[in-house]
């Protein structure tokens, strides 16, 4: 027999287990003012340049925690990260390239992977 007591506990378990798997998406938003930005990001050529490879992914479910593969949200609220793209390299706190491939994402330089913590 289902007791309320069990049906609360049942639920209380999974929304705990949604939550968490969401607090570990690498999901970003790109804003329109670096004012408002946790991270300015700037794409670079090379990747030799790069502190991190980026693999753009189609669904949060699909995206990383940390490792460079990001989902990009339509609203900020449900990002983990706003980022600002500038223009130049020197400008930025972290140098990405795109990569085709998920499994050629990561970090190059991890000392810049605070940033994205």
Do not use: H
Not at 22 to 29: E, H, N, S
């Amino acid at each position: 027999m289902i007791t309320i007591a069990s049906l609360f506990r049942s639920l209380l378990a999974i929304t705990c287990l949604v939550l968490s798997s969401q607090t570990y998406a690498q999901r970003v938003f790109e804003v329109e003012y670096a004012s408002s930005a946790d991270v300015k990001v700037c794409v670079v050529d090379y990747e030799s340049s790069a502190d991190l490879k980026v693999y753009k992914v189609s669904y949060a479910s699909s995206a990383g925690s940390n490792d460079g593969r990001w989902f990009f949200t339509e609203y900020a609220s449900s990002a983990q990260k706003k980022i600002y793209f500038v223009s130049y390299p020197s400008s930025a706190d972290v140098k990405i390239f795109y990569v085709d491939y998920a499994s050629s994402a990561g970090w190059i330089n991890t000392s810049k992977k605070s940033y994205f913590d």
